[in-house]
Structure formats: C-alpha cells, structure tokens
C-alpha cells in the first residue's frame, strides 16, 4: 500500500527533527484538548452539586488555560510540520531538477515538455500536501483517539461502545473510496499533463498559429481540454463529497445513541450530569478529526497517484553516462585528433525508419579542418550530435585523441569539444551571460568581433547587457547564430563543430565569419557542416554524405574536377543564387 510514497523516505530523513518535533506538539496539543472535557465535567457537577463556586471558578480558569496552551501548541504543529514538508518538496524537486539535467537526448525526443512542467508543479504539490498536511491530520487523528477512548469507556463502556460501533463501517468506507479517489486524481493529473503540453506548444508557437489564422481553432481545442479537465475534477469532487458525508453519518448514529441512551442513564442516576456532558464533549472532539480523516485519504491518494508519476521520471536512466572509472585524455596543444571507425547510428526512438548513418570512417588530424556537406536529411547534425555525445553510435567508435568517447568523462568531452548545433538556443538572460557561459569576462570581445556579434550591439539598448526575451526573441535569426557562435568561442575548446551554424546569416556577414573564424581556430580541430558549399571551400578536408553514407570526399577542387555528387550539389547552389539574382532584378 502507498508503495509510492515510500520512495519520499530518504527525503524526510534530514528533516526528522522537524517532525519528530511536531509529533511532540501533536501529542501536548491532543492532551491538552482532551483536558477541556475533564474540566467541564468538575464545573458541571460542582454547580449540580451545589459546592461553592471557587470550585467553577477553577474549573473554568483550568479550561482557559489549557484552551490557550493547547491552541499555541496546535499552532506549533502546524508550523514544524507544514515547514518541514516544504523542505522534502523543494529537496524533491531539486532532486528532479539534477535527474532530468542528467537524461540523454533521446529521452527528451520523447517526452513532451508541457508533461514533465505539469510533473514538476502540479504532481509536486500534491506529493507536498501528502508529506505535510496529510501526515499531520493522520497522526492527530490517531493520537486523539488513543486519548479519548479510553476516557470515554472509563466514563461508561456501555456508552462508548454505542458511539463507536457505527464506526466499524470506516474500514468498508475508506477501501471503497481510497481507490475511486486513487483512480480519478490519477485521470486528472494525465490529462493535467496533456492541459499543460498543448498551452506550452500553442504559446511557442503563437507566430504561426496567428499566421495561419487558427486562433479559433485551437482555442476551440484548449476549451475541449478544459472541459474534460473539469470534467475529471468534478468527477473526483464527487467521490470526496460523497466520501465526507459518509464519516458524518456514521459519527452522527454514534452521537444519537449517546444522546437516547445517555440521557436514560443520566436520568437513571447511572451516570451523572458532568460525566454525560464530558462524554459529549470527547465525543465531538473525536468526531471532527475523524471527518478530516476523509480530507487526508484523499490528500494521500492524490499524492500517491502523483509520486508514481514523480518516480516514473526518477526511474528513468540515462542512456549517456559517464564510465564508473573513466580513461583521462591526454594534454593537448590547443588541437586533439578526432576518428570515425565505421560509425552506424538509428534514432532509438524511430529505429523502424532505418540507418542515419552507415559506415562512416574518417580520421582528423589535430589542428585541421574538416567539412561535410549533403541534401537536407544527409545526417549531417546527427553526426555533429554523435561528437559532444548526445548519442552513442549503435556500430563503430569515435575517438578523441585515439581514446573511445563513450571511456572519457562527459564533462572533460564536453570541454574539449565546442558544438554550436544548428538550432540556437538562448536563456533569458542578458546577452553577456549568454555568450560567456561561465567563461572569463575577458574572452567576451574577441569571441564577439570573431563572431561578427560586435556588429550588432550598437543596435541593442543595453549593448551586452540587454535582457533577452524567451529564447533570445529580440535578436533576429541571425543575431542569435552569431551569438551562438561567440559562446563556443569564448570556452576556447581544442574541437570546434560549427553545424550549419552560419544559414540564418547573409553571405556577406557569412565571408566575414568565416574568415575570422580561419584566423581564430588556426592551430584548432575544427568541423564545419553547412548548406552552403561556398563555406567549406577552404577546409582541409571535405566529406560528402548522401543517405547517411560517405559517397565523396577530397579537397573542393579535386571533388569539382571529378564532377561526382559534390559538383551536382555546387551546380544545383549556383543555379539557386543565379534564379534569386535575376527575381531581385526583375523586381527593381
């Protein structure tokens, strides 16, 4: 039972202070509270009794008393346990936050992102409430009644026994309605996750939804989602509203055979009129934590359905890790040799569609160049992605300085390596932040006059402390690609992999990158992938890829004279620029 939830242990453990002590204030508060009764009953009967009133006097100051220094512990409770279950929720999610940081690519290529923001906020509230408020409501009820039933039977067990036996329905109750509330929270923390993902994907892609007029479709769609949401909350609203009413019966058959039966035995002389009135008292008492106890059967429920979707994420490894004893690569000179041996790779999560790439082998020698060009889907950035590791090679190896990449730490890979992958991505952050990275503020200019980035910066307000809007929104497609660009730079990696890093930027702008980058990268290992075959001209080395294979390689003039796919690709660019020309003619 709650199998789940047990997975939350190792989060209480450094807090078990904090609940140890709001158990104590638990057991000070119930004690107190149950006191009140035993006052009332020495009141009540001193005023039947007809004893001097100093005798209800000091009855009534005692529940005084105790009423405060019961409430102030009942405000203790609340504290240390609501605090604490706060702590094992910010834990948790930093927990969450680390392991998804840790996930490899092909994790994300399947998981929605609007799924794993509903996880990681409305899952964690629930799981929170569960931790807090849930344990503290159980425990008071329990601490409660092991107080006051006894006390009610030492008044009379003839009575206590009839207020206490509706509630051998409870257990009935409690099945039935645990796993209605279980099914149904989980129903709407799905379909939650399915609300999230579609406002995510609509509010990313606002543009073209505007631009192909669909405003009222979708918000048609997003009305369908809601009220299915709706829909699902209320039906577990039902199952609560039921669930509530049934423990206030039940409490309520045990009050009525107290008051019939009671008053016959108060009337009897059997029991008197302060026991009677006491008993009353520890009844109601009993009653209302005993009504909560159906709020925290579906707190817990909400929350164990929750923590089984929490630990659906925890439970997923990595695909790319780092070995347990990993091989250190040797220093370098500002350059290291980079090796293909006969590289095959599919996508793990589309293998049915075929190889991406097969048998690719090439050897890179420190400190040279190399380009790769092909048609759109040639498995060009794939191979880019196959470098910082973003995927392992399902045949062959790649090796860095002669040493298997799947042996080296990841972060040492990473450092060695400066990928600048074709789709920029930007933090809403200032620019400075973006293109430094961690690097030292003192490689921020020269990354950005290499990169051409300098250009753009008298344009901005703030220059490099401009604050960028959601990816990097107030620069243009070409501004972010020089920004990306100036980032790689700025980490000074030995292996640079610029993948088609340079489309979103005009040809001029591109010359002047490209001739920069030749003088900044001299001495470096560097792969450039691009589109454009007038970028790769001057690179050492030139491999075509076609369907994922290697069909040409060479030098830019050795590939033209052999007139081979390299030459078609060149012809098919050159006749593109030569139609675009003559369109911007014709419109003068």
């Given at each position: 039972m709650f199998r789940h939830l047990r997975r939350l242990a190792p989060f209480f453990k450094p807090y078990w202070r904090t609940y140890a002590a709001g158990m104590g204030f638990i057991l000070v508060s119930n004690y107190l509270i149950t006191k009140g009764p035993q006052f009332i009953q020495e009141g009540v009967d001193a005023i039947a009794g007809g004893h001097p009133f100093a005798e209800v006097q000091r009855a009534v100051l005692l529940l005084v008393v105790t009423a405060l220094a019961g409430g102030a512990a009942r405000y203790g409770m609340r504290q240390t346990l609501n605090s604490g279950s706060r702590y094992v929720e910010r834990d948790l999610r930093d927990a969450l936050f680390v392991h998804l940081e840790s996930l490899s690519s092909e994790f994300y290529d399947r998981s929605p992102t609007g799924d794993l923001m509903a996880r990681l906020t409305n899952d964690l509230l629930a799981v929170?409430?569960?931790?807090?408020?849930?344990?503290?409501?159980?425990?008071?009820?329990?601490?409660?009644?092991?107080?006051?039933?006894?006390?009610?039977?030492?008044?009379?067990?003839?009575?206590?026994?009839?207020?206490?036996?509706?509630?051998?329905?409870?257990?009935?109750?409690?099945?039935?309605?645990?796993?209605?509330?279980?099914?149904?929270?989980?129903?709407?923390?799905?379909h939650f996750s399915e609300l999230t993902?579609?406002?995510?994907?609509?509010?990313?892609?606002?543009?073209?939804?505007?631009?192909?007029?669909q405003e009222?479709?979708?918000?048609?769609?997003?009305?369908?989602?809601?009220?299915?949401?709706?829909?699902?909350?209320?039906?577990?609203?039902?199952?609560?509203?039921?669930?509530?009413?049934?423990?206030?019966?039940?409490?309520?058959?045990?009050?009525?055979?107290?008051?019939?039966?009671?008053?016959?035995?108060?009337?009897?002389?059997?029991?008197s009129v302060g026991n009677f009135v006491a008993f009353g008292v520890y009844l109601s008492t009993f009653i209302w934590p005993l009504i909560a106890f159906g709020w925290v059967i579906n707190l817990v429920n909400r929350g164990e359905a929750s923590m089984g979707r929490l630990n659906e994420l925890l439970d997923v490894g990595p695909a790319i890790t780092t070995p347990a004893v990993p091989v250190a690569l040797p220093p370098h000179r500002g350059?290291?040799?980079?090796t293909f041996e006969g590289v095959s790779f599919r996508y793990p999560t589309a293998k049915d569609r075929g190889w991406v790439l097969t048998e690719v082998s090439f050897d890179l020698a420190p400190g040279r160049s190399l380009a790769i060009v092909g048609a759109t889907g040639a498995g060009k950035s794939t191979l880019a992605e196959l470098i910082v590791r973003a995927y392992d090679p399902e045949k062959g190896r790649i090796l860095l300085d002669g040493?298997?990449?799947?042996?080296?730490?990841?972060?040492?890979?990473?450092?060695?390596?400066?990928?600048?992958?074709?789709?920029?991505?930007?933090?809403?952050e200032t620019l400075r932040e973006n293109v430094l990275l961690g690097a030292p503020e003192n490689r921020l200019e020269t990354a950005a006059e290499v990169s051409q980035l300098s250009a753009a910066i008298p344009d901005l307000p703030n220059g490099f402390d401009t604050m960028l809007g959601e990816r990097g929104i107030n620069?243009?497609?070409?501004?972010?690609?020089?920004?990306?660009?100036?980032?790689?730079?700025?980490?000074?990696?030995?292996?640079?992999?610029?993948?088609?890093?340079?489309?979103?930027?005009?040809?001029?702008?591109?010359?002047?990158?490209?001739?920069?980058?030749?003088?900044?990268?001299?001495?470096?290992?560097?792969?450039?992938?691009?589109?454009?075959?007038?970028?790769?001209?001057?690179?050492?080395?030139?491999?075509?890829?076609?369907?994922?294979?290697?069909?040409?390689?060479?030098?830019?003039?050795?590939?033209?004279?052999?007139?081979?796919?390299?030459?078609?690709?060149?012809?098919?660019?050159?006749a593109e620029e030569e139609l675009e020309t003559a369109e911007i003619v014709d419109r003068r």
């Open positions: 929170r409430m569960a931790a807090g408020p849930a344990i503290m409501y159980l425990v008071d009820t329990a601490v409660r009644g092991g107080i006051i039933i006894p006390r009610m039977i030492g008044i009379s067990p003839h009575l206590a026994t009839l207020a206490l036996l509706p509630m051998l329905g409870l257990p009935l109750v409690m099945i039935f309605f645990g796993q209605a509330i279980h099914v149904r929270s989980l129903a709407i923390q799905d993902r579609f406002v995510h994907e609509n509010l990313s892609g606002v543009r073209v939804v505007r631009a192909y007029r009222q479709a979708e918000s048609d769609r997003f009305q369908a989602l809601s009220a299915e949401y709706a829909r699902r909350n209320i039906a577990l609203a039902t199952a609560s509203g039921a669930f509530n009413p049934l423990l206030t019966v039940l409490a309520g058959l045990g009050s009525a055979a107290v008051l019939y039966f009671g008053g016959q035995d108060v009337m009897a002389g059997r029991v350059a290291r040799r980079l040493i298997d990449l799947r042996q080296l730490d990841l972060r040492e890979l990473r450092q060695a390596v400066g990928f600048v992958p074709q789709e920029t991505f930007l933090f809403s620069l243009s497609g070409g501004q972010k690609q020089r920004a990306a660009i100036a980032r790689a730079l700025a980490q000074q990696p030995p292996v640079f992999v610029l993948d088609d890093a340079l489309s979103a930027v005009d040809a001029s702008t591109e010359a002047r990158i490209l001739h920069a980058l030749r003088d900044a990268l001299a001495g470096r290992t560097t792969i450039i992938i691009s589109h454009r075959l007038a970028a790769v001209r001057e690179a050492d080395w030139i491999l075509v890829l076609d369907g994922g294979k290697v069909v040409e390689e060479g030098k830019h003039a050795e590939l033209v004279a052999r007139r081979g796919r390299y030459w078609e690709l060149l012809r098919r660019q050159e």
